[in-house]
């Protein structure tokens, strides 16, 4: 709302007297005048009338006032002196006044300006003067005559006229004269020296006088101030000097300066706050000194400079620095010579609640809450070549705002052609522009038409997204034909046939290293590469196709892998070029859920391994289920090893511990449970204890055994052929029993041929023994040979 209309004259007096009547002149003037300048504006500006104000100061409005109170002082003054006037004598008078005056003016210009004044100094090492009062009295008797005899005073000072504290007190022999008179020196003659605080910190003091055995004589008697002053050319003995020195008091000389001309003259204050205060105040040293203005508070103590006023006097700043002959150095110079840090070098805060404006902390990094503007050209840099970074993790939106937003303003690069915008490792998001330009080529404008040229648009940009103007287009990188760029990316709705392809890598140059690779340093899930059809349709080709010689015209020799997976440079997987798969790990196929050890298949039931060719087992073969053989042989491949049956298949040994080897037959009624068939020239069998052999069945038939053979019932039948016992070799032959019984040893013959006991062409008998019991019966059931 508007209240300006309602500005009247009568309200702007009424203001006027109110301001005047709380406030100095000076302060009332100084409101009025911004008033009038204010309404003057609103008049001009239209939101007033004028109002036809003016204003008037103290001494104009009370003009009038004044001149009529002159005139009436000036009235009075002329009747007075008329009747003066009229008094008989008063022109003598006057004449007399006026010699008095006229000598009064010439002695005291004598005396300022002709009389030679002295100089009074004082001794280089000062004496003060003694500290003594001088009193002289008169004794009487109570008849009034003179006392002449020696008489014992009692002086004593004190601060009040009567009672009080006493202060001093000197007791003495005084000798009057005839008439009764004495004098002494009191602090000297009389009692010791008066301190010198009896006078400095007491306003008055009295003396009390007592003589012989008399009362104290009242009333005491005020020392008068002239007995303060010891001396009157010297303070305290120390002379004024217009150019003090040691032990001198500085005055105030013709010029208005109190000079110090002793060397390093120092001015202390020991308690409080040493204040300076004038006018205007300047602490400088002597023209061509070359002097040093040093202030320097101690500890903790701060150099403030405080200021009341609301904008400085001159209208520069209310600190100033200035310097007309500088060349070289600093005008403003800081320092702290330590490594600390933590704190600001400058350090600039404003507002009602102060806040940070400006600051630089100990590292030098700089920061401030407002708008930095250069004058002129100006240039942001570091030093050393090193990087320049604007923003850190508390910066907003940086805006570059160049030829203030006029159209044609630019940020450029300081030289042509050798910047790069972004890093290959640090890229810019998204880079917005109205139009876009490759040198001097224009590469797309602001209607989203993109071109290498001008006319043909062969780009276009759909929602962040840019792609060929015609969707059939392929895209080629590195060359100008499919057979020479070194990346193509197809359109496949050109064609629909073997050929098609959604990208090419194709290169001629690469003779050793990478020809596509993919990295990604940050991911720590999901998938490196994803290969996939995109949709549902039915797919009858290869998820991944490899052909190291797709001429087919047998050209070089593949050697390499057609896979090969690393982890930590250690190779875990390989498939090589003739197709044999390597694994670091265990294998499983037939499922999926990996285990300690390698295995084909998780079926119940069925074969979970089936092989059309030979299985090699390098190492040991362990079953934990029953070994099955359909069908063939067990055999070695090489005709030279040995098959060894072992409880223990950490070793080669075929002792059992807690088992045995069983060869069983319980299904096929008439087989043998073991067949054996040597069709080499070999032993047929061979039973071994620790290496040894200790039972062979010959190739031809021969069992040949090392110890007893039991026999547990039953007969050694051989057949048709002849059953020898021993041989050449044989050193005797011993037939025994267990003694449990009668042992019968029977040669029966089949009635064809003869049993014979033959023990050969060597010297030798048969013994008959009983080792039990001495004797033996030989029974014959045929006939002796006599020749036997």
């Known amino acids: 709302m508007n209240t300006l209309p309602k500005l009247t004259l009568g309200l702007i007096k009424a203001y006027q007297a109110e301001i005047a009547r709380s406030g100095s002149t000076a302060t009332a003037k100084r409101k009025m005048v911004s008033l009038k300048k204010f309404l003057d504006w609103a008049a001009k500006e239209g939101k007033i009338q004028d109002v036809g104000f003016k204003i008037y100061d103290s001494e104009s409005k009370n003009q009038n006032e004044r001149i009529s109170a002159k005139k009436a002082v000036n009235t009075r003054f002329s009747n007075l002196y008329k009747r003066y006037r009229s008094i008989p004598g008063t022109s003598y008078l006057n004449i007399a006044i006026l010699v008095i005056l006229s000598s009064a003016l010439g002695l005291g210009i004598y005396n300022q ?54 202060l001093w007190t000197g007791t003495c022999d005084v000798t009057p004269d005839t008439d009764g008179v004495f004098s002494t020196l009191l602090g000297s003659d009389c009692g010791s020296e008066i301190s010198s605080s009896v006078f400095s910190d007491n306003a008055s003091v009295w003396l009390g006088v007592k003589v012989a055995a008399d009362a104290e004589a009242t009333p005491r008697i005020q020392i008068a101030t002239v007995a303060y002053a010891l001396n009157s050319e010297t303070l305290k003995g120390y002379p004024a000097s217009s150019s003090a020195t040691i032990n001198t008091v500085p005055v105030v000389n013709n010029s ?30 002597p023209s061509a000194s070359n002097g040093n203005v040093t202030i320097a508070p101690d500890g903790t103590g701060q150099l403030n400079l405080t200021f009341t006023g609301a904008s400085p006097g001159s ?68 030093t050393a070549s090193r990087a320049l970074t604007l923003g850190g993790s508390t910066t907003g939106n940086i805006t570059l705002n160049p030829l203030n937003a006029v159209a044609g303003g630019y ?26 330009y490759q040198g001097t080529n224009q590469v797309c404008d602001e209607s989203n038409n993109c071109n290498f040229a001008t006319g043909t648009n062969y780009w276009q940009l759909n929602t962040l997204t840019l792609s060929p103007a015609n969707n059939t287009y392929d895209l080629a990188i590195g060359g100008t034909a499919t057979s020479s760029a070194k990346f193509q990316a197809f359109a496949l709705e050109k064609a ?105 298949g998780t079926a119940a039931s069925g074969h979970a391994l089936s092989v059309a060719s030979d299985v090699l087992v390098g190492g040991k073969l362990e079953l934990d289920g ?54 080499k020239a070999g032993d047929i069998f061979t039973a071994s204890a620790s290496g040894t052999p200790k039972f062979t069945i010959q190739n031809d038939g021969d069992v040949n055994m090392v110890g007893d053979i039991t026999v547990g019932g039953g007969n050694i039948n ?15 032959i011993t037939f025994t029993t267990d003694g449990t019984g009668n042992g ?23 013994d008959v023994t009983d080792v039990e019991n001495g004797s033996v019966n030989i029974l014959l059931e045929t006939e002796i040979d006599a020749s036997s």
């Open 626 to 679: 029953t070994f099955f053989l359909d069908g063939g042989t067990i055999a070695n491949s090489a005709g030279t090893g040995t098959i060894t049956f072992s409880a223990t298949p950490t070793t080669s040994s075929n002792a059992l511990s807690a088992s045995n080897w069983l060869i069983e037959n319980t299904a096929n009624v008439g087989q043998a449970a073991l067949i054996v068939n040597q069709q």
């Open 113 to 166: 300006f002709f009389k030679n004044t002295t100089n009074p100094f004082a001794a280089t090492s000062l004496i003060r003067p003694n500290r003594y009062l001088s009193f002289q009295g008169r004794l009487t008797n109570q008849f009034l005559n003179p006392i002449t005899a020696v008489t014992s005073v009692v002086f004593t000072l004190y601060d009040a006229a009567s009672a009080g504290t006493t």
């Open 315 to 382: 209208g520069t700043g209310m600190v100033n620095a200035t310097d007309a002959n500088l060349t070289s150095g600093s005008l403003y110079y800081g320092s702290v010579a330590s490594d600390a840090s933590g704190y600001n070098l400058l350090q600039l805060q404003s507002g009602s609640s102060l806040t940070n404006k400006f600051v630089v902390d100990s590292a030098g990094n700089s920061s401030q809450s407002g708008t930095l503007t250069f004058g002129g050209t100006a240039t942001i840099q570091s």
């Open 496 to 600: 629909a046939d073997a050929t098609s392809r959604l990208a090419k890598l194709n290169s001629s140059v690469i003779t050793t290293g990478t020809l596509f690779e993919a990295t990604a340093s940050a991911i720590t899930s999901g998938n490196i590469i994803k290969l996939g059809q995109g949709g549902n349709s039915a797919f009858s080709g290869n998820g991944l196709y490899m052909d190291f010689d797709n001429t087919g015209g047998g050209g070089g020799t593949f050697t390499g892998n057609f896979l090969k997976f690393d982890d930590a440079t250690t190779t875990k997987f390989t498939v090589d070029a003739s197709g044999n798969v390597g694994g670091a790990g265990v294998g499983q196929f037939g499922g999926i859920t990996t285990t300690i050890f390698s295995r084909f």
């Open 718 to 732: 051989t057949g048709n052929i002849a059953f020898v016992i021993g041989d050449a070799t044989t050193d005797g």
């Open 256 to 285: 208005g300066q109190i000079v110090l001309a002793v060397s390093s003259p120092k001015i202390q204050s020991t308690t409080g706050t040493f204040a300076i205060e004038g006018q205007a105040i300047t602490i400088q040293t």
């Open 744 to 766: 019968e040893y029977t040669f029966s013959v089949d009635g064809i041929g003869d049993a014979d006991l033959d023990w050969g062409t060597g010297a030798g008998q048969i």
């Open 411 to 436: 940020v450029a690069p300081n030289t042509t052609n050798v910047t790069d915008l972004g890093t290959s490792s640090l890229l810019f998001r998204n880079i917005y522009g109205t139009t876009l």
